[in-house]
């Protein structure tokens, strides 16, 4: 199974990725759990470049194909060989954040960014996708809450840029229903893992049967 993490800055995805990892490993799946951008050498370099408030004059198209070469590096490299291998990938962001960030975010045409996002992913989609939805506000507290108190360059975006990646991701979820399921992310960390089981059991089983 393939499944991925999304939501806007601090909405609680790799905690839970981690605590769907441990459940697989419990069952005796073999998981291999990666991170956008990044999960790859060249990826991390590219994750530098896209953080890094140095890097505050990037203009939105290059900021697109950055993300989209990371993504086209740990797609071919690392989803795919793990995917044939039968092992079980959990990923923290995929190309729905493109979608949601340069897409509803930034105001770049979505045509455009989808017929990247396939070039991207050569069609590698997720069974499953995790959308945990935070307003703004919830998002801005857990972050005041974090120890190093830093604040890289996608997350210095103001108000309005996050409420549309939030509506954007809830648009996603309205167009593939069942690909995308959402799930309030101001619930318990173990209220959200419950629902999160309970929904890759679900389709777990679906995907048996089929
Ligand atoms: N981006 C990425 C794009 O613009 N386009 C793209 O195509 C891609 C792939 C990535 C940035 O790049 C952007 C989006 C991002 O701005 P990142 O550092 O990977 O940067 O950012 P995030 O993915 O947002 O990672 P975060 O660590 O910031 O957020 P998470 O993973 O959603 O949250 P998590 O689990 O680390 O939890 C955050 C805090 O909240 C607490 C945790 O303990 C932690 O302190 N928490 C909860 N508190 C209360 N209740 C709960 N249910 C909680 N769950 C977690």
Redesign the pocket.
């Known amino acids: 199974m393939f499944i991925s993490f999304e ?1 806007i ?7 839970q990725l981690e605590k769907l990892r441990a459940w697989f490993e419990e069952r005796g799946e073999n998981v291999e759990t990666l ?3 990044g999960g790859t050498a060249l990826g991390e370099r590219i994750r530098e470049l ?2 890094s408030a140095a890097h505050e004059d990037m203009t939105e198209s290059a900021e697109l194909f950055l ?1 989209s070469a990371a993504r086209a590096q740990l797609t071919r490299a690392k989803i795919e060989p793990a995917l044939r291998d039968g092992r079980v990938v959990l990923i ?2 995929y190309y729905d ?2 979608t949601a ?2 897409g509803y975010g930034r105001g770049l045409p979505l045509d455009e960014i989808e017929i990247l996002n396939r070039a991207a992913t050569g069609g590698t989609n997720p069974d499953l996708t995790f959308i ?1 939805d935070l307003d703004f506000d919830a998002s801005r507290r ?1 972050q005041a ?2 120890d190093d108190g830093a604040t ?1 360059r ?2 210095s975006a103001d108000r309005d840029f996050f409420e549309r990646v939030r509506n954007g991701y809830l648009t996603i979820a309205d167009d593939e229903p069942d690909r995308a399921r959402v799930i309030d ?1 101001t ?3 173990e209220t ?1 893992h419950e629902i999160v089981v309970r929904e890759t059991e679900r389709r777990y089983a679906e995907r048996k049967n089929s």
């Open positions: 939501g800055d601090f909405a609680g995805k790799t905690t991170r956008e951008p896209l953080l993300f923290d962001r954040s493109t960030y340069q945990l857990r809450e974090r890289d996608i997350e992310a619930g318990s960390i959200i």
